[in-house]
């Protein structure tokens, strides 16, 4: 059943997903051209449109991931778009993962180190704890559940591990598991413009057991692009939608 805060919310909603691929504009400008870019962005629009209703009910503004899923409607009405248009997921998920640069660093540096100080924080840690053990009474069937991870200074300040993934179970249900891993990714360029240092060994995107996220402060050790496995042959784009367009 469609989410009630999000039909209502419809407005801020689509202004969310606006800013989100009007980031991405320039990069896919460069990429396919001028003309091909503020179409896949206009058809983004019409696709999470009717995202909206099918947005699982996981307790609005009041849940911190309720962003992440927003995020994930974004990206789906996205990839959506570039099927459209012949293009692939793996090309999708690059558009996605430089498009979160871009979107992370239009905070100004000092403000992005102030926001992974916090994150790191005790008093933040503190509410991560109190939320995974929220999430562990499974509320809501398409929201997350995780536990907090104490760390021990040295190898991690903190982390968690997630053993749903509200995303996951999104795209499963829209019949889009293969975006899922190319969503992951972003995480990277996230944390790392936050001068945290994300270390993770397996995701439920992947098909692991959980998703396994260890923070630390310092510059990232790990880029989430190229991603670690290869583009997959038999998605290749068809040359002849993959001309730049004037």
Request: no cysteine; aromatic share 10%.
């Given at each position: 059943m469609a989410a009630e805060y999000d039909v209502q919310n419809k407005a801020n909603l689509v202004k969310k997903h606006n800013k989100?691929?009007?980031?991405?504009?320039?990069?896919?400008?460069?990429?396919?051209g001028a003309v091909l870019a503020d179409t896949l962005i206009g058809e983004s629009l019409a696709e999470f449109e009717k995202l909206i209703p099918e947005l699982p009910d996981i307790g609005g503004e009041k849940n911190p991931?309720?962003?992440?899923?927003?995020?994930?409607?974004?990206?789906?009405?996205?990839?959506?778009?570039m099927m459209r248009h012949g293009k692939t997921v793996y090309e999708t998920g690059e558009i996605l993962y430089r498009t979160m640069e871009v979107w992370v660093r239009r905070y100004p540096r000092w403000l992005r180190r102030v926001m992974g100080w916090y994150y790191l924080s005790k008093f933040n840690q503190r509410g991560v704890r109190q939320k995974a053990a929220i999430s562990q009474q499974r509320r809501y069937p398409g929201d997350w559940v995780r536990e907090y991870v104490e760390g021990d200074g040295h190898t991690f300040v903190w982390g968690t591990n997630y053993a749903e993934c509200g995303i996951v179970k999104f795209l499963h249900s829209q019949g889009a598991d293969e975006l899922a891993p190319y969503l992951c990714l972003t995480d990277y360029a996230l944390f790392g413009a936050l001068g945290i240092d994300l270390e993770r060994t397996t995701t439920l995107a992947e098909g692991g057991p959980r998703c396994d996220f260890r923070l630390k402060k310092g510059p990232a050790t790990r880029s989430g692009w190229p991603p670690?496995?290869?583009?997959?042959?038999?998605?290749?784009?068809?040359?002849?939608?993959?001309?730049?367009?004037?």
């Open positions: 989100l691929v009007s980031a991405g504009r320039d990069i896919l400008a460069a990429r396919y991931l309720n962003d992440n899923l927003i995020f994930s409607a974004s990206a789906l009405a996205f990839y959506r778009a670690p496995w290869p583009e997959p042959q038999e998605e290749e784009s068809d040359p002849a939608t993959d001309h730049p367009q004037a």
